[in-house]
T-cell receptor, first 113, second 112 residues
Framework: DAGVIQSPRHEVTEMGQEVTLRCKPI?????LFWYRQTMMRGLELLIY????????DSGMPEDRFSAKMPNASFSTLKIQPSEPRDSAVYFC???????????FGPGTRLTVL | RKEVEQDPGPFNVPEGATVAFNCTYS??????FFWYRQDCRKEPKLLMS?????NEDGRFTAQLNRASQYISLLIRDSKLSDSATYLC?????????????WGLGTSLAVNP
């Protein structure tokens, strides 16, 4: 298996632009997680899905952030409009069950100028 | 008090040393615990789960102390390749949902 795939790996954009991050989980994993990591705040869970259904989005910072999972093999995290404080590494992870090991993708390093 | 706390370090130790990290949690009903390792500019990867009875994997030992609400990670005979950030994860059941809480990580540097 190729593992969790994320794209793009790097994204540089200007404030106000829309940013879309993509994730392909490991086949057969029912749980998908979106995280944001910064030096100051560490790894923060933004939202997670079970069988394509959003379960907990309490970590989504504000309405500018949205996430979708239209099918079992694809998820997006969208930021519109982006702001400099959104600059971070965004990780997607998947797991087989609620208490199982999470497998992380390589992350998307986002810089908002 | 933060829900999960770790000493950020850095811990600087010589090769061959034994080093231990703790991770404290505030919710006494927390149910599952894990240690992840994250190399610089890489993604986190599971190091080991933490079981109530404690568990060992080679040079690594993880323990849970429910009374004092902390988990620990012990690394024996440190190698240069152990240099990384070690993240603890605590999972609580919040109603019908899980709540994953990550520590900020403890940085370890093993020196020649």
């Amino acid at each position: 298996d190729a593992g969790v795939i994320q794209s793009p790996r790097h994204e540089v954009t200007e404030m106000g632009q829309e940013v879309t991050l993509r994730c392909k989980p490991i086949s057969g994993h029912d749980y998908l997680f979106w995280y944001r990591q910064t030096m100051m705040r560490g790894l923060e869970l933004l939202i997670y899905f079970n069988n394509n259904v959003p379960i907990d989005d309490s970590g989504m910072p504000e309405d500018r952030f949205s996430a979708k999972m239209p099918n079992a093999s694809f998820s997006t995290l969208k930021i519109q409009p982006s702001e400099p404080r959104d600059s971070a590494v965004y990780f997607c992870a998947s797991s087989q069950g609620p208490y199982n090991e999470q497998f992380f993708g390589p992350g998307t390093r986002l810089t908002v100028l | 008090r933060k829900e999960v706390e770790q000493d950020p370090g850095p811990f600087n130790v010589p090769e061959g040393a034994t080093v231990a990290f703790n991770c404290t949690y505030s919710n006494s009903a927390s149910q599952s615990f894990f240690w992840y390792r994250q190399d610089c500019r890489k993604e986190p990867k599971l190091l080991m789960s933490v079981y109530s009875s404690g568990n060992e994997d080679g040079r690594f030992t993880a323990q849970l102390n429910r009374a004092s609400q902390y988990i620990s990670l012990l690394i024996r005979d440190s190698k240069l390749s152990d240099s990384a950030t070690y993240l603890c994860v605590v999972i609580n059941n919040a109603g019908n949902n899980r709540k994953l809480i990550w520590g900020l990580g403890t940085s370890l540097a093993v020196n020649p």
